[in-house]
């Protein structure tokens, strides 16, 4: 058993006792010889701490109040090693590896023992903070092309870093422009980063939201310049950013590269939290939590305490998703709120609206859902090569289109006949990236095509911000919500017939969820 030290923080779900025979056998069927190719790792909590086991070794650790949080290097003294046996799979945790995009391409589709797992022990410690988490967390192999989900050629969800690195890019009013650097920051960061750009009041703890697990990262922000009137968020779902930062580079993505040149991108990128999924990492964007602290677990998930599955990631759920959330979940948007008494807040296209004053899904959930065109035939920023045989670049055109319209209609001060006041915040979610770069991959011609498509909306916006003479009192920040990883067609399977072989009862929700005996 683990001693029970005083200043030790035990996960709020662990395997029970009862449980824990067949975890034993379930381990021994997914880290065995037959699933090496398609399971990286499996992690979960029990007995007061947390164990990541792969086919080469195991790591237990646990976690102690006090200490500093979650650093830039991935370094968190709050964590204490208790055992390694054989080669831990959370040796390396460097958030530099396999960037830029030359070091990507040179190791695609790393095997374990040659990728490295950012922030990897609060990332797992995090997720069986929530009652609902799984009993145990399986994580596929960066090679593995998901058979079910259609044979994606792009893949996320795990901790490896080309899964979990999102681009990011802060530029504007009162932010220093230091063009690219060698850095990295995580997801959760960018929430109270954001608040102290625009001059929110932090407690003393330095908080900007309550309950907020990420820090500010105070040398982004000029401290002697005025803060910023006006805020614009820009999130490119699902975005590789080895690839973002080269097509800026080469002039692919001229839009992005402007905003580079005026400020600060972080060559390492921003890192999502486990599971590197849409909606929990968009959820940690907006709020500063982690997702087993803000409640929106994953794509979907089984609620113990109601014996239901919860599913958030459907075009039939992302507009009531954030009812899953944590009671009182505290937002961006609260906190402008809370600092600009007068402040006038947008959310498009983003279903982590709490708190905004406008939201693209308000209409949803009111029944006024805006015209969506027929067709994405003839709209602007579109790539005809790819809208007319790919269903899903289709959509996301036509989905980005009405965004794009969303926010420019916003920012001229009227939209279907509304008008609204100039935005102190305005959040743009974009989605075609995410459907391209699961289809071709993040190297793939379709994949390009996204971002120039995005780019070209991006400008639109810009232009937009220029015609209404508040271009220079406006910050800008660019990021996603996970990476985007190129998987092996070769390397496909399911873990769940050998689970079923060898009589272990279990759910497996949103494909990594194990919930066993169910």
Same mark, same amino acid.
């Given at each position: 058993?683990?001693?029970?030290?005083?200043?030790?923080?035990?996960?709020?779900?662990?395997?029970?006792?009862?449980?824990?025979?067949?975890?034993?056998?379930?381990?021994?069927?997914?880290?065995?010889?037959?699933?090496?190719?398609?399971?990286?790792?499996?992690?979960?909590?029990?007995?007061?701490?947390?164990?990541?086991?792969?086919?080469?070794?195991?790591?237990?650790?646990?976690?102690?109040?006090?200490?500093?949080?979650?650093?830039?290097?991935?370094?968190?003294?709050?964590?204490?090693?208790?055992?390694?046996?054989?080669?831990?799979?959370?040796?390396?945790?460097?958030?530099?590896?396999?960037?830029?995009?030359?070091?990507?391409?040179?190791?695609?589709?790393?095997?374990?023992?040659?990728?490295?797992?950012?922030?990897?022990?609060?990332?797992?410690?995090?997720?069986?903070?929530?009652?609902? $988490?799984?009993?145990?967390?399986?994580?596929?192999?960066?090679?593995?092309?998901?058979?079910?989900?259609?044979?994606?050629?792009?893949?996320?969800?795990?901790?490896?870093?080309?899964?979990?690195?999102?681009?990011?890019?802060?530029?504007?009013?009162?932010?220093?422009?230091?063009?690219?650097?060698?850095?990295?920051?995580?997801?959760?960061?960018?929430?109270?980063?954001?608040?102290?750009?625009?001059?929110?009041?932090?407690?003393?703890?330095?908080?900007?939201?309550?309950?907020?697990?990420?820090?500010?990262?105070?040398?982004?922000?000029?401290?002697?310049?005025?803060?910023?009137?006006?805020?614009?968020?820009?999130?490119?779902?699902?975005?590789?950013?080895?690839?973002?930062?080269?097509?800026?580079?080469?002039?692919?993505?001229?839009?992005?590269?402007?905003?580079?040149?005026?400020?600060?991108?972080?060559?390492?990128?921003?890192?999502?939290?486990?599971?590197?999924?849409?909606? $929990?990492?968009?959820?940690?964007?907006?709020?500063?939590?982690?997702?087993?602290?803000?409640?929106?677990?994953?794509?979907?998930?089984?609620?113990?305490?109601?014996?239901?599955?919860?599913?958030?990631?459907?075009?039939?759920?992302?507009?009531?998703?954030?009812?899953?959330?944590?009671?009182?979940?505290?937002?961006?948007?609260?906190?402008?709120?809370?600092?600009?008494?007068?402040?006038?807040?947008?959310?498009?296209?983003?279903?982590?609206?709490?708190?905004?004053?406008?939201?693209?899904?308000?209409?949803?959930?009111?029944?006024?859902?805006?015209?969506?065109?027929?067709?994405?035939?003839?709209?602007?920023?579109?790539?005809?090569?790819?809208?007319?045989?790919?269903?899903?670049?289709?959509?996301?055109?036509?989905?980005?289109?009405?965004?794009?319209?969303?926010?420019?209609?916003?920012?001229?001060?009227?939209?279907?006949?509304?008008?609204?006041?100039?935005?102190?915040?305005?959040?743009?979610?974009?989605?075609?990236?995410?459907?391209?770069?699961?289809?071709?991959?993040?190297?793939?011609?379709?994949?390009?095509?996204?971002?120039?498509?995005?780019?070209?909306?991006?400008?639109?916006?810009?232009?937009?911000?220029?015609?209404?003479?508040?271009?220079?009192?406006?910050?800008?920040?660019?990021?996603?919500?996970?990476?985007?990883?190129?998987?092996?067609?070769?390397?496909?399977?399911?873990?769940?017939?050998?689970?079923?072989?060898?009589?272990?009862?279990?759910?497996?929700?949103?494909?990594?969820?194990?919930?066993?005996?169910?």
């Amino acid at each position: 058993m683990t001693s029970p030290d005083a200043d030790v923080l035990p996960p709020a779900h662990q395997l029970t006792p009862e449980l824990e025979e067949v975890a034993d056998r379930a381990l021994a069927v997914l880290t065995g010889p037959d699933l090496d190719p398609i399971v990286d790792m499996v992690v979960w909590a029990h007995d007061g701490a947390y164990e990541a086991r792969s086919h080469d070794g195991r790591v237990r650790f646990r976690r102690r109040d006090g200490g500093s949080a979650a650093a830039a290097d991935g370094g968190d003294s709050r964590y204490e090693v208790l055992e390694i046996v054989g080669t831990s799979p959370l040796a390396d945790q460097r958030t530099d590896h396999l960037a830029p995009l030359e070091a990507e391409l040179a190791g695609l589709h790393p095997h374990r023992s040659a990728n490295s797992y950012p922030f990897a022990y609060d990332h797992i410690a995090q997720l069986f903070d929530h009652p609902a $988490a799984p009993d145990l967390c399986v994580l596929h192999s960066a090679s593995h092309n998901w058979e079910d989900q259609g044979g994606h050629r792009g893949e996320h969800g795990s901790l490896g870093v080309v899964q979990a690195r999102a681009p990011f890019v802060l530029a504007g009013a009162g932010v220093r422009d230091r063009g690219m650097v060698p850095r990295a920051l995580r997801v959760v960061d960018v929430a109270p980063t954001l608040a102290a750009l625009m001059g929110c009041p932090g407690d003393d703890a330095g908080r900007y939201l309550h309950g907020q697990d990420g820090r500010v990262v105070a040398d982004l922000i000029d401290g002697g310049s005025r803060p910023p009137e006006h805020v614009i968020g820009f999130l490119f779902d699902g975005t590789n950013a080895n690839v973002l930062y080269a097509m800026a580079a080469s002039g692919a993505a001229p839009n992005v590269a402007r905003l580079i040149a005026m400020g600060t991108a972080y060559a390492h990128g921003a890192i999502a939290a486990l599971p590197t999924i849409t909606l $929990a990492n968009h959820t940690s964007i907006i709020t500063g939590r982690l997702p087993g602290h803000h409640g929106i677990l994953n794509n979907a998930w089984y609620d113990r305490s109601t014996a239901t599955q919860v599913i958030t990631n459907s075009s039939d759920t992302w507009a009531s998703a954030m009812g899953h959330a944590t009671a009182g979940l505290d937002s961006l948007h609260h906190a402008v709120h809370r600092a600009f008494r007068d402040a006038f807040t947008a959310s498009v296209n983003e279903p982590c609206d709490l708190g905004a004053d406008y939201s693209t899904f308000d209409f949803f959930r009111r029944g006024e859902i805006p015209p969506i065109p027929e067709s994405p035939d003839g709209l602007p920023h579109s790539t005809e090569r790819f809208v007319r045989p790919s269903k899903d670049y289709g959509w996301g055109t036509i989905v980005d289109h009405m965004g794009t319209e969303q926010a420019l209609g916003i920012l001229s001060g009227s939209y279907r006949g509304v008008g609204y006041p100039r935005p102190k915040f305005l959040w743009i979610n974009f989605a075609l990236t995410d459907s391209a770069m699961h289809e071709g991959g993040p190297h793939s011609e379709v994949a390009a095509a996204s971002i120039r498509d995005s780019d070209a909306r991006l400008g639109e916006i810009l232009a937009a911000v220029e015609r209404a003479g508040s271009f220079d009192r406006t910050a800008f920040v660019l990021v996603a919500d996970h990476g985007m990883e190129e998987t092996d067609p070769a390397v496909r399977g399911d873990w769940g017939p050998a689970l079923r072989d060898a009589g272990i009862r279990f759910r497996d929700e949103a494909y990594s969820f194990l919930y066993l005996d169910e």
